[in-house]
């Protein structure tokens, strides 16, 4: 069994490699427990190396996670990575308490077939005990988590081309939720219960429903700015890298805000209440307290006040390095800018201490 869900004390690059880039964070501790930013950098990947998070070109995707260690500049060789929760089946299931974790494992591959509809020889496989079943005292609930081996290989793969070594393969999801204790701390009240992270990156959109702490319910759909990019390369005859520059650092002609930017961010602030309806309708709530922005398009300005107003709901950005300090090689503006679209990462590097 790969770890999926097993907790690791020890130095950890998180590597998130998403549609266009290859992100990485290296955190420490410094006495009393606060965390430290000691590296992260993010580097883009070649054109279709990765398409809708499956890596079609290993070699591409490790040569750009070398240069993501390179640029940081951290020496730490082993790495937690990620797998697209879209890949993962999860499932809670019911198993006598007092078994230790060897008998656990093997009692879970005996009964694995009534639950993951491939063969176990395709899989990895993993589980966590959640703790005692509500009601009965003699079962523990049980987390199985579950991916295609290929899910899991060709990232284990591309890692090792780049010199590293996996000693962690996660789910996009829970590293969202061991992030999100940060981006709680930061910008919201103890009153608030239930929120909605959604992360809008390049060509993925996912939302992630945190329930008293705890994630209840993660969804993944096809859209992000990707598309914003291929309408800057149609309206003004760019290519797709120019297009891609001139979004991020300005010097498009005047009426790229009013019409090209505006309505790629009306988009999005529908996009985003799709995403809570699909939430409303798969639980109890008819609304969340907090809505939180993550991924590269969070960083669009203006758009927190925009879905906000649209909404109704109370919208912010997501900074899980709000109440960090870092090491002199981490420039404050660049970190901040760039933090929305690290929240996997984060969540992977904190693996070393949880």
């Known amino acids: 069994m790969l770890p999926f869900l097993q907790k690791k004390k020890q130095p950890l690059l998180g590597i998130d490699i998403s549609s266009t880039s290859v992100k990485l964070v290296e955190l420490g501790q410094q006495a009393g427990g606060r965390y430290r930013v000691e590296a992260y950098s993010v580097e883009p990947l070649p054109s279709n190396a ?11 995707v490790g040569e750009t996670l070398r240069k993501a260690v390179k640029k940081a500049g951290t020496r730490t060789k082993e790495c937690a990575l990620a797998v697209p929760s879209s890949a993962v089946i999860t499932k809670v299931i019911t198993m006598p308490a007092g078994l230790n974790d060897m008998d656990m494992e093997g009692q879970i591959r005996l009964e694995a077939d009534q639950y993951i509809p491939y063969s176990l020889e395709e899989v ?11 009601n009965n005292p003699e079962t523990v609930d049980v987390l199985l988590a579950a991916s ?13 081309y780049a ?50 702490g705890k994630l209840s319910y993660t969804r993944e759909q096809p859209f992000g700015g990707k598309q914003l990019t291929e309408e800057i390369m149609r309206r003004y005859g760019l290519s797709y ?26 988009t999005m602030a529908q996009q985003v ?27 669009i300005p203006g ?15 997501a900074n899980p390095f709000g109440r960090m300090t870092h090491a002199s090689r981490v420039t404050p503006q660049r970190l901040s800018n760039d933090a929305p679209s690290l929240l996997i990462a984060c969540g992977l590097a904190l693996r070393s201490f949880t």
Do not use: W
């Not at 000693?167 to 992030?179: C, L, M, Q, S």
């Open 124 to 134: 990895n496989l993993d589980f966590e005990v959640i703790g005692p079943t509500p």
């Open 50 to 60: 990765v398409v809708e998070k499956n890596i079609a070109e290993v070699e591409a």
């Open 148 to 160: 295609r081996s290929e899910n899991v290989e060709m990232r284990v793969s591309a890692a090792q």
């Open 273 to 299: 209440h799709r995403f809570l309806q699909f939430y409303f309708a798969a639980s109890q709530y008819s609304a969340v307290d907090q809505i939180v922005l993550a991924g590269g398009c969070a960083a």
């Open 303 to 317: 758009i927190d006040e925009l879905i906000e107003e649209r909404i109704g709901t109370q919208t912010t950005i």
């Open 241 to 266: 890298e120019e297009a891609g520059l001139a979004k991020k650092e300005g010097g498009l002609p005047d009426n790229y805000g009013p019409e090209v930017l505006e309505p790629f961010k009306e």
């Open 163 to 212: 010199g590293l070594t996996p000693k962690v393969v996660d789910i996009e999801a829970y590293t969202i939720e061991n992030t999100f204790p940060l981006i709680d701390g930061e910008v919201t009240g103890e009153e608030k219960k239930i929120f909605a992270i959604v992360d809008v990156g390049a060509t993925m959109t996912s939302i992630n429903v945190i329930e008293d």
